[in-house]
T-cell receptor, first 116, second 111 residues
Framework: GAVVSQHPSRVICKSGTSVKIECRSL??????MFWYRQFPKQSLMLMAT?????????EQGVEKDKFLINHASLTLSTLTVTSAHPEDSSFYIC????????????FGPGTRLTVL | EDQVTQSPEALRLQEGESSSLNCSYT??????LFWYRQDPGKGPEFLFT???AGEEKEKERLKATLTKKESFLHITAPKPEDSATYLC????????????FGKGTHLIIQP
């Protein structure tokens, strides 16, 4: 299999606080992990690409100082939303690609972030 | 700029009524085209990867095909449990690893 988990599944926080989301590949090693964001009735939009042991690559328009990404091991990447505001409320989904093999990305179950 | 257009946006079928979903794409050098299924409030579930025109993949009631400009997801004799949003995504050649997604087709299979 290719199982990816995320924690927490949902989080509610106050405006101005920071929130950390974990993404783990449970049964395979992933050199590369990706973070996407999905607004209601919209498709997934790539935020950043995370490579183990190196700095993340952010898509145009995504603030790297606001969305901190750490990929410390071959099975774990974290996304920290700093100083969250209501407009950051969204569904955040990570994906992972196997260390060896195809280009297929396997997605986690997503994290619903609500900023009050 | 990569573009992925899926049609129809929504489709309602009777159980057993076969149909096809379309994904049109424009990309400078296709590295791969992916189909995913997404249930409400969940992450996308991988279905197929297609790499070259003429390629076909099958899984149970689903069959995906690829041409140089579009991909089709054929659903044969669907069941209510096939109800979901089906997402198409492309990966561009040349080093970019991220996927560009279409907006999806929301499929409802009525018993």
């Amino acid at each position: 299999g290719a199982v990816v988990s995320q924690h927490p599944s949902r989080v509610i926080c106050k405006s101005g606080t920071s929130v950390k989301i974990e993404c783990r590949s449970l049964d395979f090693q992933a050199t590369t992990m990706f973070w996407y964001r999905q607004f209601p009735k919209q498709s997934l939009m790539l935020m950043a690409t995370s490579n183990e042991g190196s700095k993340a690559t952010y898509e145009q328009g995504v603030e790297k100082d606001k969305f901190l990404i750490n990929h410390a091991s071959l099975t774990l990447s974290t996304l920290t939303v700093t100083s969250a505001h209501p407009e950051d409320s969204s569904f955040y989904i990570c994906s992972a690609r196997r260390l060896q093999g195809s280009d297929t990305q396997y997605f986690g179950p997503g994290t619903r972030l609500t900023v009050l | 700029e990569d573009q992925v257009t899926q049609s129809p946006e929504a489709l309602r079928l009777q159980e057993g009524e076969s149909s096809s979903l379309n994904c049109s794409y424009t990309v400078s050098g296709l590295r791969g085209l992916f189909w995913y299924r997404q249930d409400p409030g969940k992450g996308p579930e991988f279905l197929f990867t297609l790499y070259s025109a003429g390629e076909e993949k099958e899984k149970e009631r689903l069959k995906a095909t690829l041409t140089k400009k579009e991909s089709f997801l054929h659903i044969t004799a669907p069941k209510p449990e096939d109800s979901a949003t089906y997402l198409c995504a492309v990966q561009e050649g040349g080093g970019a690893d991220g996927l560009t997604f279409g907006k999806g087709t929301h499929l409802i299979i009525q018993p």
